[in-house]
């Protein structure tokens, strides 16, 4: 019988958020930096629309994570629930401004998840942020980093840096169906912003809501009759 621990306090469920930092993103607007700026911003709606959704009728508990990336990875938090020290860490970040290497930052996510304490959460989710330019693909490629991500548990919905995206390769990061991961939902301009995160967050919530159904083995039936001997003459 499989049983998640703590199920009766409710939903569990892990946010994990991976922003692109790299010079396609932080120099897409003057001031320098400026935009990245605007994705931490994004960053503290959520996760504020997300803490307001604790006081539903079935309580859900939140933990965040996240990491930031260009031609390599930094990891700003590690999973936790308590959001201060994560939203904390999360507008200290400075932007890296080289190449983007997305599957290097799928992959990390992946393992970042995985290093979650032996709690496992009912839901594991991802929310990442770039405008699917890439300079490279050292790390497998994005459709096979993306792939491994999902086998792993985690649904990933991704949100559009700016108008200025490649679009066939966040539709490729995206869970299925692309039409509730990714959609069109863009970080900015502020507008648009707003509705990314309502929608997104109202996703999410309304899966926790959802009654949990858990597995277990049934009683074994009875035995069956024993069965006749039957004789075969050539």
């Known amino acids: 019988m499989q049983i998640y621990p703590q199920r009766s306090l ?18 897409a607007r003057f001031p320098w930096g400026s935009l ?57 970040i400075r932007y890296i401004g080289k190449g983007t290497f997305i599957d290097c930052a799928l992959r990390n996510v992946t ?12 839901l594991q989710y991802a929310v990442v942020l770039t405008d699917g330019h890439m300079t490279g693909s050292p790390c497998g490629g994005v459709q096979e980093a993306a792939e491994a991500a ?10 559009a840096t ?6 066939g390769e966040l539709r490729l990061i995206a869970s299925s169906p692309a039409a509730k991961y990714r959609k069109d939902y863009q970080a900015f301009p502020s507008a648009q912003q707003q509705e990314a995160v309502n929608r997104i967050t109202s996703a999410m919530v309304s899966v926790c809501q959802q009654p949990m159904c858990m597995e277990t083995k049934g009683i074994e039936g009875p035995k069956g009759q024993k069965g006749i001997k039957v004789r075969c003459d050539d």
């Not at 700016?162 to 679009?167: F, I, P």
Request: glycine share 4%; aromatic share 10%.
């Open 10 to 27: 409710g939903c569990l469920a892990n946010v994990y958020f991976a922003i692109d930092t790299s010079e396609s993103v932080a120099m």
């Open 36 to 92: 990245v700026s605007k994705l931490i911003d994004f960053l503290s709606l959520f996760v504020e629309r997300l803490e307001q959704s604790s006081q539903l009728p079935r309580k859900i508990q939140w933990a965040y994570g996240g990491l930031h990336f260009s031609s390599h990875v930094e990891v700003f938090s590690p999973i936790v629930q308590n959001p201060s020290p994560f939203l904390a860490r999360a507008r200290a």
């Open 111 to 122: 393992e970042q998840v995985r290093l979650r304490s032996p709690v496992r959460p009912v």
């Open 150 to 159: 999902k086998a792993a548990g985690i649904k990933i919905f991704v949100v």
């Open 162 to 167: 700016n108008q200025e995206t490649v679009e």
